[in-house]
């Protein structure tokens, strides 16, 4: 849903020449979203992007990173798209422990990920072996990522409306990245 009923239109919005197509890969569990726009393609390169294969190259270029605001949505695409919200119900938890993770089988932007979660957002993660997830757990982590960066994935809001807030959390605000 979250595809077709916003990336979708964003993207029309955007380019309105593309005709962005989206196709199951049930075998994989993923969804995928095909554009084909040559425009499109050339605003991603004057951000910085480069030509080719990114599935284990791609990283964000400095002038997405050194621009917070845009930084925060950036962010929050890649979570909304390739995150999840879980919580873990093992018995070691007196009650359900909320966590968000973002798989990527992309090294360095799981990598860099992770450092401006921490650097530009203050928001403690984890990060397994092979750099291929990231892991933001328990619920003061989870609270601070939803008030500072958020999502968009109705999907993601649902879950994330079931955790408890926590007293004092505007102290974790950070007004510079509010909504205009």
Same mark, same amino acid.
């Given at each position: 849903?979250?595809?077709?009923?916003?990336? &979708?239109?964003?993207?029309?919005?955007?380019?309105? #020449?593309?005709?962005?197509?989206?196709?199951?890969?049930p075998e994989e569990n993923t969804v995928r979203v095909i554009v084909y726009s040559k425009r499109m393609v050339e +605003? +991603?390169?004057?951000?910085?992007?480069? +030509? *080719?294969?990114?599935?284990?190259?791609?990283?964000? @270029?400095? #002038?997405?990173? &050194?621009?917070?605001?845009?930084? /925060?949505?950036?962010?929050? %695409?890649?979570?909304?798209?390739? %995150?999840?919200?879980? +919580?873990?119900?093992? !018995?070691?938890?007196?009650?359900?422990? @909320?966590?968000?993770?973002?798989?990527?089988?992309? @090294? @360095?932007?799981?990598?860099?990920?992770?450092?401006? =979660? !921490? #650097?530009?957002? *203050?928001?403690?993660?984890?990060?397994?072996?092979?750099?291929?997830?990231?892991?933001?757990? *328990?619920?003061?982590?989870?609270?601070?990522?939803?008030?500072?960066? %958020?999502?968009?994935?109705?999907?993601? =809001?649902? /879950?994330?409306? !079931?955790?408890?807030? =926590?007293? %004092? =959390?505007?102290?974790?605000?950070?007004?510079?990245? #509010?909504?205009?």
């Amino acid at each position: 849903d979250y595809l077709k009923n916003k990336i &979708y239109l964003v993207i029309k919005k955007n380019f309105p #020449e593309a005709n962005p197509r989206i196709f199951k890969r049930p075998e994989e569990n993923t969804v995928r979203v095909i554009v084909y726009s040559k425009r499109m393609v050339e +605003f +991603f390169l004057s951000l910085g992007f480069k +030509f *080719g294969n990114k599935s284990k190259t791609a990283f964000l @270029p400095n #002038e997405l990173i &050194y621009n917070t605001a845009q930084l /925060k949505y950036i962010i929050r %695409g890649l979570f909304d798209t390739d %995150g999840s919200i879980f +919580f873990d119900q093992r !018995k070691t938890y007196s009650q359900p422990y @909320p966590r968000i993770c973002l798989n990527l089988k992309n @090294p @360095p932007l799981i990598n860099q990920t992770h450092i401006l =979660l !921490k #650097e530009r957002f *203050g928001i403690n993660s984890r990060m397994n072996f092979d750099q291929s997830r990231i892991q933001i757990n *328990g619920r003061k982590n989870v609270l601070i990522f939803q008030y500072r960066v %958020g999502f968009s994935n109705e999907r993601h =809001l649902t /879950k994330i409306r !079931k955790i408890k807030p =926590l007293e %004092g =959390l505007s102290d974790f605000k950070d007004t510079s990245l #509010e909504d205009i």
